[in-house]
Structures are given as structure tokens and as C-alpha cells.
């Protein structure tokens, strides 16, 4: 099976660092060791011209906006920093203009040798896709990973949310099957007008030969600067919705029985600098690492290092529709985990099982729970080697890959007959 794979997200660098880059690498990746012809379309590759690209196997068709899209965005920008406003609108009319783009040249790039079915994942006003699809005569699957409209005005100060929303109702209305990452996700798309038959839930996965529990390594120790003493561990964006801010008072709770203890967290974001301050300020600056963003060949290794691995996240003023790809990779490395009981995360750890569970922002719930961790190394072992053979079970990307193609093939037949 022919299948093109279009990234049309602007801020999604496909061969960067982005969680969202390592979901497409990973299908894309588990598409092609399947045996089917793969191609990857995305306007970005990396995020700037310092960040070397990842090593990738499958064909990256690169497909940027053109100096007009960016001389319109610049335009808008220029006159907002001239009146002194804080708006989206630039960005989001780089978007609009850049999808009327993408249309005709994908059309262009795809009619003599059109794929067997067209997999978008779903961008902000995006609706190429779609239309290119429709022009083609193939299967559009449509991967939903975010309410985008949604989302856009609460976390990113949307300026345009009719056009958002009317714009995310046309891609998921249209397309022949819409894959979720989440229950709560295929419920929006449903409630957008997706027909129920259509919606699929698949969540995150990982690539079991790369997250794999194994022996610690005291030279990775010794290159990140990390001592022999345990590990508090989070690895992901820094972001609000993450529930980074809690991390300085637990570790603080935390030193006063584990005095060896030593917080290590990688990543980026918006909070990073202020994470930094606060634990400056409670004076735990010298047993912290931020490493800021490691290269993801590193992560599993860090991972394995960790004896507690957090994912605190808050309850957010919404749905929470996530399906935490640090989750999976954490269980996977067979890390002992401690995460928020909220969403899909009930769904993947069974408190006491195979990881602990705390209520969303509940410090002191998450204080015992590390705790426990750290004074029962036994607990630890079983807790990881539970989780890691449960993802490796039923959340893979080799896994999602046979759906996808259960359904592919099924859309395939279908259009065939008619």
C-alpha cells in the first residue's frame, strides 16, 4: 500500500525533537517496517537552522510556505508590535494562507503518482487534506491528537475561533475514518459531526526495541552529571499543562527523608526559566538537573537511570483528552511511575499494579507516593516490570501501524466496490 502521510502543522518539526515529531516518525516508521510504501509530507523540518535533524528512514517531501505567506505574516506582526497588541493573528494567517498553498501543490506533486490512501494528521485550518483527497479519489484518514480549535483559544490566545472551528468541523465531517488518541477526543469528534462509525480510538505508542527496561549506566550518569544517589524524574515539555509548577515543593517535601535524592527534569518550555528560579529559591538549585532538550536517542537511557518517573498532571478547566507519550515511554524503560489518575492515564497504570495514582494537583498525595517508591526498591522492580509489559503488549507503534492498516485496507475495498 502506497500511503502519504501529511504533517501540515506548522509547528511541528518532523525531524525535531517535538512529541509530536516523534508521533509521526514513529507511525510513519512502524508503516514502512510493515512492508507498505511510505512518503512523509510536512512544511517543517526542524525548528531552526542550529537544530540538526533526527535520522529517519522514510522519504521526507519537504513542502514550505512561500515568501508570500511569510511576507503577509511578517506584515501582521510588524503592525502588532507598532500598536503594541498581543495576538495570534499573524500566526494563525500564516496558516490559513499557507493551507490554500498546500492544496494546489500537493495536488500538483500527488496526481501522477497518487498515493493508495492519504493519513493527515489534523492541523489548525486545515483543510489541504482533505480537498487533495477528494481530488484524488483515495482514503482520507484523518489522526485527531488535540481539540485544535479549542485549544487554540485556551492556551495559545486564539483570534479567528469561528473560522478554527468551522475549519476542524470540514476535516472531520469529510473524512473517510478519524483516529483518536483518546476517548475524550473521539467524543469531540463526534460532537463536531465526525459520524460515529468513522471515529477510531488509538492511542500513543512507542517503539519497544529503542524503550526497553535495561542496566543503568554510570558513564551516562557521569556525561549528564548525575550522582549515585536516587532519581526524581520528569521528561516532557514544560508547560502549564504538565503540572510542572508543583515539581519544587515536592522535591523539597521529598530531600527532608531522602537527602541523596536528586531531581533531574528534560525538556523545554514556557515554565523552564521560572522552574529554575523557584528551585533556586527554595535553595535546591545544587541537587537539580535541568538538562533542557535531550537528543531522543538519549531519553530511554535517562529513563532507565530514574527511580520514580512523575507525570503530575493538573486537572485541566476541560476535557482531559491526552494520551501522554512520557507515560508510555516511562513504562516502557520499566520505570516506577507516579501519575495524575485523570483521563486515559486510568485507563493505561492500575494503581498498585503496574504504577501509583494520585489526584490531579494533590501534593501530598504525590509526596507519599514518591516516598513509597523510594523506600521500597522491591515495589519499584515489580511496579516497572509490570508497566513495560503492558505497553509492550498494547501500546506500540507497530501496533497502531496494524490498525491503520485494518482500516486503510478496509476504505480501500470499499471505494473499490462502489
Known amino acids: 500500500m502506497k500511503i502519504f502521510y501529511l504533517c501540515a502543522d506548522l509547528g511541528v518539526p518532523v525531524l525535531g525533537r517535538k512529541g509530536a515529531s516523534l508521533h509521526v516518525r514513529g507511525l510513519a516508521s512502524a508503516l514502512s517496517r510493515a512492508g507498505h510504501a511510505v512518503a512523509v509530507g510536512s512544511p517543517t523540518l526542524v525548528r531552526s537552522p542550529w537544530d540538526p535533524p533526527v535520522a529517519f528512514e522514510v522519504p521526507v517531501t519537504h513542502l514550505p510556505p512561500t515568501e508570500g505567506v511569510e511576507a503577509a505574516a511578517r506584515g501582521v506582526k510588524s503592525f502588532r508590535e507598532t500598536i503594541g497588541a498581543e495576538t495570534a493573528l499573524g500566526g494563525e494567517l500564516r496558516r490559513i494562507l499557507y493551507n490554500e498553498e498546500l492544496t494546489s501543490t500537493l495536488k500538483r506533486r500527488l496526481e501522477r503518482t497518487p498515493p493508495d490512501v492519504l493519513l493527515e494528521r489534523a492541523s489548525l485550518f486545515g483543510t489541504a487534506g482533505s480537498l487533495v483527497a477528494a481530488e484524488l479519489g483515495v482514503p482520507h484518514v484523518v489522526e485527531l491528537n488535540a481539540p485544535l480549535a479549542l485549544e487554540q483559544g485556551a492556551y495559545r490566545g486564539g483570534t479567528l475561533p469561528d ?25 469531540h469528534a ?32 557521569k556525561r549528564f552529571s548525575l550522582d549515585t544517589g536516587p532519581l526524581l524524574g520528569f521528561v516532557g515539555g514544560l508547560r502549564p499543562w504538565h503540572g510542572i509548577e508543583l515539581l519544587p515543593e515536592l522535591f523539597e517535601r521529598l530531600q527532608r527523608k531522602h537527602p541523596l535524592l536528586q531531581l533531574v527534569v528534560a525538556g523545554e518550555g514556557p515554565l ?13 538549585a ?6 533542557g532538550p535531550i537528543a531522543h536517542a538519549d531519553v530511554a537511557s535517562l529513563l532507565r537511570e530514574l527511580d520514580v518517573a512523575v507525570a503530575p498532571y493538573p486537572a485541566p478547566a476541560h476535557d482531559f483528552y ?91 475495498e470499499a471505494r473499490a466496490a462502489a
Open 163 to 187: 473560522l478554527a472551528r468551522l475549519a476542524e468541523r470540514f476535516t472531520l465531517t469529510h473524512a473517510d475514518a478519524v483516529l483518536t488518541v483518546s476517548t475524550s477526543l473521539a467524543a
Open 190 to 221: 463526534t460532537g463536531v459531526g465526525a459520524p460515529a462509525a468513522r471515529v477510531e480510538v488509538v492511542p500513543n505508542g512507542v517503539d519497544p526495541a529503542r524503550f526497553r527496561p535495561g542496566a543503568r549506566d554510570s558513564l551516562f550518569r
Open 272 to 284: 523552564e526559566q521560572a522552574l529554575a528560579d523557584e528551585l533556586r529559591a527554595r535553595g535546591l
Open 286 to 291: 545544587a541537587r537539580a538537573r535541568l538538562l
Open 322 to 412: 491526552f494520551s501522554p507519550l512520557k507515560l508510555f515511554e516511562y513504562m516502557a524503560c520499566g520505570a516506577a511511575v507516579v501519575a495524575s489518575g485523570i483521563g486515559q492515564i486510568v485507563e493505561v497504570i492500575q494503581d498498585g499494579e503496574n504504577g501509583l495514582l494520585v489526584t490531579p494537583g494533590n501534593v501530598d498525595e504525590l509526596e507519599r507516593a514518591c516516598s513509597s517508591l523510594l523506600d521500597q526498591p522491591d515495589l519499584r522492580r515489580r511496579l516497572g516490570a509490570k508497566a513495560a509489559a503492558d505497553v509492550r503488549r498494547r501500546y506500540t507503534w507497530d501496533a497502531n501501524a496494524r490498525r491503520f492498516e485494518e482500516i486503510a485496507a478496509r476504505l480501500c
